[in-house]
């Protein structure tokens, strides 16, 4: 398969030899040859995910974190829980700097329970966040991390510092996403 297509685009090359050179001597070095791909909705899905979790772990290693390597966790938190995939580790982020500053062994990098409750590990940490923010913040009415800002904690400018790690989460992402190209044959 990977052969064909790779034929087929030397094929085609050679073909619009001429066209590509005339564009090249109107255009100079500006112009491009651009494949276009269309994925259906859950291929789509699967790689929008797939960035999300590139830019966790990008960020949880800018930081040095304890977490790192725990991106599938948060994927998979967000996804079960239908929730934004940056919101627990931004909240992670502002609460103990990803995991940094927490209790010895106490796998809780969100401050749940003021920072006092205990986990097993990263991944039942998450889980149980997640899973509390759906069910005890999301499913009353609280939208958003501004909605949920004031039910979680007592600052008032918990919500917007939260939002700030969510904006690096995205800046990440959109860094990945010029550097990586939706077409999925290496060639």
């Known amino acids: 398969m990977k052969r064909t297509i790779l034929m087929l685009i030397i094929t085609g090359l050679f073909l619009f030899k001429s066209g590509l050179v005339m564009a090249e001597n109107q255009a100079g ?59 627990l580790p931004s909240i992670a982020g502002l609460e103990s700097t990803f995991g940094r500053f927490i209790l010895p062994n106490s796998y809780n990098p969100f401050g749940w329970g003021r920072g006092y409750l205990m986990f097993n590990g990263w991944p039942e940490s998450i889980d149980a966040v997640g899973q509390g923010l759906r069910n005890n913040y999301i499913n009353r009415g609280a939208e958003g991390v501004y909605g949920i800002g004031p039910i979680y904690s007592e600052s008032p400018t918990w919500a917007v510092r939260v939002a700030w790690f969510m904006n690096e989460f995205e800046k990440e992402e959109g860094k990945i996403s010029l550097l990586s190209s939706d077409f999925p044959v290496k060639l």
């Open 29 to 87: 070095n500006s112009a491009q040859l651009a494949l276009s791909v269309k994925f259906n909705k859950e291929e789509q899905e699967a790689l929008d995910l797939k960035r999300k979790e590139l830019a966790i772990r990008a960020v949880l290693n800018r930081y040095d974190s304890p977490m790192a390597g725990q991106e599938k966790s948060f994927i998979e938190a967000c996804k079960k829980y239908n929730l934004d995939c940056y919101l």
